[in-house]
């Protein structure tokens, strides 16, 4: 037996040995409960829980907003009202109640501008080119949003307001309101900022807002928020003369100004034109909304400026800048 041979099996035989004393202390451990040190199971890593990243609130959710507190207009409820206005009747008490929750509607659209205004200061941490891309994204939905706003909400809690050249009335339904301060108060309910002073104009009718925008001459009125490009002035051409323009630049919110009045025009589609304003007719009297091209105001004008509220306006509006503006007295 060679040497190599010898000092195998010595160590075949410490490793049996150790083995069966390793085997014995377990049996022993096992009786007294205890565990060896190979037994002992191993350390389990902890698990950490990721914690979940805040999800922005989404905007543009206004409309679910109303519908659940009872303040979005159908369709159907809307062309209702016009008919009751057309008629010169009396405002349904129903409507009176919706109109006195007015203010509650101002706060969620201004919860709305709040949002677009936090998505907007999110996009400065974006690259130049992103950042411009996403922030044109926004300006689209906001103007979009806030047209379906006027249209399907606001404005028509309007519908039935007395007229009155005088008019100065904050409130649907409150007391009677002109054609300017009817354009001024839409628009503020959007979340436009206006300066306003208080002034006392009789004993009897107390204290008024007073915008200075409001009395503003309607072309400059139009001039605060369209820029030139989307400006057109029309002489003794009707209203069919603004068809072009409209196809030209699309869907959104544009202010429409006559010889001695002005009023709103929405417009989303081919045959879906609107005016909305404040004046008098035969037979009736307040807010109203007409197509653009059979309301007797717009064809009896012998001037139309029609201009779009355009993206330097809707920024402003994001930032919450104000429109400062001086009237002539």
């Known amino acids: 037996m060679t040497k190599t041979t010898k000092m195998l099996l010595w160590g075949l035989s410490c490793l049996m040995v150790l083995i069966s004393s390793v085997g014995w202390a377990a049996d022993g451990r096992r009786a007294s409960g205890s565990r060896t040190i190979l037994e002992m199971p191993r350390k389990k890593r902890p698990r950490y ?18 519908k659940r507190h009872h303040l979005m207009i159908s369709s159907a409820l809307r062309r209702q009202r016009i008919a009751t206005a057309l008629q010169g009747a009396r405002v349904p008490k129903s409507i009176r109640q919706m109109a006195r929750r007015y203010p509650q509607l101002l706060r969620i659209m201004e919860q709305e501008r709040l949002c677009w205004r936090r998505a907007w200061s999110r996009t400065a941490k974006l690259a130049p080119a992103a950042r411009k891309k996403q922030r044109r994204f926004i300006l689209r939905n906001v103007a979009e949003h806030s047209r379906r706003a006027l249209e399907e909400a606001i404005l028509p809690m ?30 503020r309910s959007l979340g436009f900022r206006f300066p306003e002073t208080f002034l006392y104009r009789s004993s009897q009718r107390g204290p008024m807002q007073i915008f200075e925008v409001a009395k503003l001459p309607a072309a400059k ?12 002035y029309v002489s003794r051409r009707g209203p069919t003369a603004l068809r072009p323009f409209l196809r030209r630049f699309g869907p959104g919110i544009y202010i429409l100004a006559l010889d001695t009045h002005i009023g709103l025009v929405l417009h989303h589609g081919p045959g879906k034109t609107y005016f909305w304003h404040s004046s ?5 009297t307040g807010v109203v909304r007409e197509s653009l091209y059979t309301s007797n105001d717009v064809r009896s004008s012998r001037v139309l400026v029609l201009g779009k509220v355009g993206w330097r306006a809707w920024t402003r509006w994001l930032q919450g800048k104000g429109f400062f503006a001086r009237s002539v007295q």
Do not use: M, N
């Open 49 to 66: 829980r990721r914690a979940k990243a805040k999800k922005p609130i989404p905007c543009g959710i206004w409309a679910k907003k109303l």
């Open 221 to 232: 009125v139009i001039a605060l928020y369209a820029p030139p490009s989307q400006q057109i």
């Open 158 to 187: 309007w519908i039935g307001t007395p007229w009155d050249f005088y008019g100065t009335a904050v409130r649907p339904h409150q007391k009677s309101i002109a054609c300017g301060y009817f354009v001024t108060h839409a628009l």
């Open 280 to 284: 008098y007719g035969e037979g009736w």
